[in-house]
C-alpha cells in the first residue's frame, strides 16, 4: 500500500476500470494517504479512535496498529481515502470525556502531494487559486521554513 505515488510532486492517481468502458469515463476523487494524529492523550490511543479520525477527514481504509513516538509526544496513523474535492484539515477538536477538555489533534499528511496553501486542495499550487486577489491569505502556513511542512 504505498502511495500517494507523485510525478514532480503532484499525485499520480490510477484507476481501474473494467472491460468494455471507456476509459475517460475513469473519475478522480480522492488519494490513498497515510495521516498521522498528534497531541493526543496516551489513554485516548485507541484503534477506535483512529478510525474515527480517519473518518472525519474521508474513508478510512486501514490503521497502523503501532503507536508511534516517545511517550509524551506519540501519535497514531490510519490510511484514509482523502476526497479530491474538500480542503485538508490541520487539526480535528475533540471532547475529552476523561478530563472534560477540548482535545486538539493536529492533522500530518505522509508523502502530501502538492496542495494550496491558500485554498488547502490538493491538485494546484497557489499560482493556480481560484480564490481573487484580495482573499488570498496563507492558510497553511507552518513554524519552519518549508511553507508545507506543518501538513507534512
Known sequence: MGGPWQCKGDAFLVEGITAGSDPSSALFTHVPMWVQFRNIPFYLLT????????????????IDNNARGSINNKFI??????????????????????????????????RLPNFCLFCGFIGH????????????????????????????
Do not use: C, W
Request: proline content about 5%.
Open 47 to 62: 484503534k477506535k479512535l483512529a478510525h474515527d479520525l480517519g473518518e472525519m477527514i474521508g474513508t478510512t481504509l486501514m
Open 77 to 110: 496513523r490510519t490510511r484514509v481515502q482523502l476526497p479530491l474535492f474538500m480542503a485538508l484539515q490541520r487539526e480535528i477538536v475533540l471532547a475529552d470525556d476523561i478530563t472534560g477538555e477540548e482535545v486538539v489533534v493536529q492533522v500530518r499528511y505522509e
Open 125 to 152: 499550487m497557489e499560482a493556480r487559486s481560484d480564490l481573487p486577489a484580495a482573499e488570498r491569505k496563507i492558510n497553511f502556513m507552518p513554524a519552519s521554513s518549508s511553507p508545507s511542512s506543518a501538513l507534512r
